[in-house]
């Protein structure tokens, strides 16, 4: 499947609006969690099923459903919670370009997480779409995912700031988390871009420039998917939204330069993997230009040698010297010096 683009063929023709999933089922059912809290109480369930969901004023509630391929269940949450059709059909397509927009009653965004293939040791990308209400937070995830476990862990003791704060907040902590999670892939390829730094300038082989090129490729594919990032961070600190608090907003614009972190580590190893792929390229060259100076020397040595042995291994009755007794041994010795004579000339040249 095509990472960079990817083309939409089972909504073609369709009308706009239709709930058509387009993408790869990663979990054969989709899985609700409902975590309900407010200052002095937490309830944490899962669902089997999704019921229609009430959520008073004085708590919030956050719905994180795993698993965006059940068109059915997608419109009875777009219902409960009169979510715009053309938002729904945002959530089912997986390929969507991040983004952020304020509606009426909600707030929308959409996000990358990105997690390490173990088996190709790829970078993928999956969708995470945000819903924000006034007392709500809805969250729909590709496949289950650990990323965001320490919200939870903080979530579940009681007195602390989540607590304290409306979604708003709930969905600045979300945020930060796959901005840590950028950081955190980022770092980790940058170590093995680094390595290979150290490998190319030591001793170049053909493996690295393999690894170089595949680098390239990951880094590009880790640029798409975060780069519109920035333009959601920026328009939401902008943004003058009723779902955003006056003691969030702060929180938000702390992203931008975590966000500005990732991306300035992008362009500095990006720049690293041309410099290696034009290093690597130096290093071959100077290796072959090395080989070729030695067989130059060599060939050049052996021209006269063989013009001599040539000459004397023609086939005429009457060579001079053919028969003296010794001139076997003249001859070795005459290619002997014009060998060593030609050796000191290039040392002295400086060509060896």
């Not at 938002?87 to 009653?105: F, S, V």
């Not at 901005?179 to 680094?194: A, C, D, M, S, T």
Request: glycine share 4%.
């Amino acid at each position: 499947m095509a990472r960079f683009l990817r083309k939409n063929d089972r909504k073609a023709g369709m009308p706009p609006g239709s709930l058509i999933f387009t993408g790869q089922q990663k979990i054969s059912k989709p899985q609700i969690r409902v975590t309900t809290y407010n200052d002095s109480s937490l309830t944490d369930i899962d669902m089997d099923e999704y019921k229609s969901i009430t959520n008073d004023t004085d708590s919030i509630c956050w719905i994180n459903i795993d698993g965006v391929h059940d068109s059915d269940l997608i419109k009875n949450i777009g219902d409960n919670f009169n979510i715009s059709i053309m938002n729904l059909e945002d959530i089912q397509d997986t390929g969507q370009r991040p983004c952020i927009d304020e509606y009426q009653d909600y707030l929308f965004a959409t996000m990358k997480f990105l997690n390490t293939d173990n088996d190709e040791d790829r970078i993928k990308a999956d969708q995470i779409s945000f819903v924000l209400g006034n007392n709500y937070l809805i969250t729909f995830q590709e496949q289950p995912s650990m990323i965001f476990d320490p919200v939870r862990k903080r979530l579940s003791k009681p007195k602390n700031k989540f607590r304290q704060n409306g979604p708003d907040y709930l969905f600045y902590t979300l945020i930060d988390c796959l901005l840590e999670n950028y950081l955190k892939v980022i770092e980790g390829i940058g170590e093995r871009i680094e390595e290979i730094e150290e490998e190319v300038l030591e001793n170049p082989i053909p493996e690295q420039l393999e690894e170089i090129n595949f680098y390239r490729r990951e880094i590009a594919y880790i640029r798409k998917s975060i780069r519109p990032a920035r333009e959601i961070i920026s328009k939401t600190n902008k943004m003058d939204s009723e779902f955003i608090s006056d003691n969030t907003a702060p929180y938000l614009k702390d992203l931008v330069s975590m966000l500005e972190q990732a991306l300035d580590s992008l362009e500095i190893y990006k720049e690293i993997l041309s410099d290696l792929f034009s290093t690597y390229n130096m290093s071959i060259n100077s290796r072959l230009n090395e080989t070729m100076k030695f067989l130059t020397v060599f060939a050049t040595i052996f021209i006269p040698l063989t013009f001599l042995a040539g000459i004397y291994g023609m086939n005429f009755d009457v060579i001079p010297e053919l028969h003296y007794k010794y001139s076997y041994y003249i001859l070795l010795g005459l290619m002997l010096l014009i060998a060593f004579a030609m050796l000191a000339y290039f040392k002295r040249k400086k060509w060896i």
